[in-house]
């Protein structure tokens, strides 16, 4: 019985010792990630956005010089199933502002233990929604064409955090609409487009994307069109942003939300010197 005591209590170190150097090697993957957003081009602010969109941005910008990097956290609720409960989670995300890409990772946790991390993430044309148990071993991976207009979307729909990247980011493609103004981005899997719509204040309130891929339980994915909403604007970091946002899907029974989000920390990175 002790030798088979010894055995197990061996077996059980080496999987902790092993799930410990994959959760480091996760992270740093995800740092090497993250340092590659803050790389900045030099690009001097654009001066063919849309009259609406500027005013926005510089709104948003609030006098202060652009930086190289946006770093926030949320509390947030998601959805992880079609008529499933609201299951609580904390986050935090790294935006391109000169770069279009970003990372977010978020915890489902049981006391101090962050029993599945969900990692999304859009750079250098590629998208990727990734789940992993305990930071380290991954339950599922979505990857292709689909998530990386998926993806993209994700960052275009979330420029309102980023009045920045809105004023820097040349690779953003921008047209006005009827009711509102569209922003587009290539991608390696094709272009990404999402639709903004404004308040009487001038104010990013609404957002649409058309056919979207959206994983269901049954593992197929669906295109369905995508929506959400912005409120609560004021400063935050040194930034006027809205600091609550909803986004669900638009299934044949009607919009149902999976989202929603407070941000609770945001910071901007300032550009180096020249």
Known sequence: MKIVLW????????????TAAQALFVSRTLAAREARLAVTKGG??????????????????????????????????????????????RARQVIGIDTAGFVWVAA?????????????????????????????WRMGVSQGPDAD?????????????????????RDLIWSETADGVEV???????????????????????MTAK?????????????????????DYGMVGGRRIPRRGEVGYIYP???????RGTITDYRVEARSPN
């Open 211 to 231: 056919d979207r891929a959206a994983t269901q339980p049954d593992g197929s994915v669906w295109l369905l069109d995508w929506a959400g909403h912005f409120s």
């Open 7 to 18: 055995i197990l209590g061996l077996a059980l170190l080496a999987a902790i010792v092993a």
């Open 44 to 89: 001097t602010l654009r001066d063919d956005l849309p009259e609406v969109v500027r005013a926005f941005a510089e709104r948003g910008l609030a006098g202060a010089p652009p930086g190289r990097v946006v770093r926030l956290r949320q509390s947030v609720e998601m959805v992880l199933k079609p008529g499933a409960g609201w299951q609580p989670m």
């Open 253 to 259: 029974t009607g919009y149902e939300a999976y989202w």
């Open 149 to 169: 207009r998926a993806e993209a979307a994700r960052y275009l729909a979330e420029l309102p955090w980023s009045p920045d990247a809105i004023l820097l980011n």
């Open 184 to 206: 587009a981005l290539d991608t390696a899997g094709g272009e990404a487009r999402v639709a903004f719509y404004f308040d009487a204040a001038g104010d990013i309130v609404r």
């Open 108 to 136: 489902m946790t049981v006391g101090p233990i962050a029993l599945v991390k969900a990692i999304d993430a859009f750079g250098e044309g590629r998208g990727m929604l990734d789940i992993r148990v305990l930071g380290a």
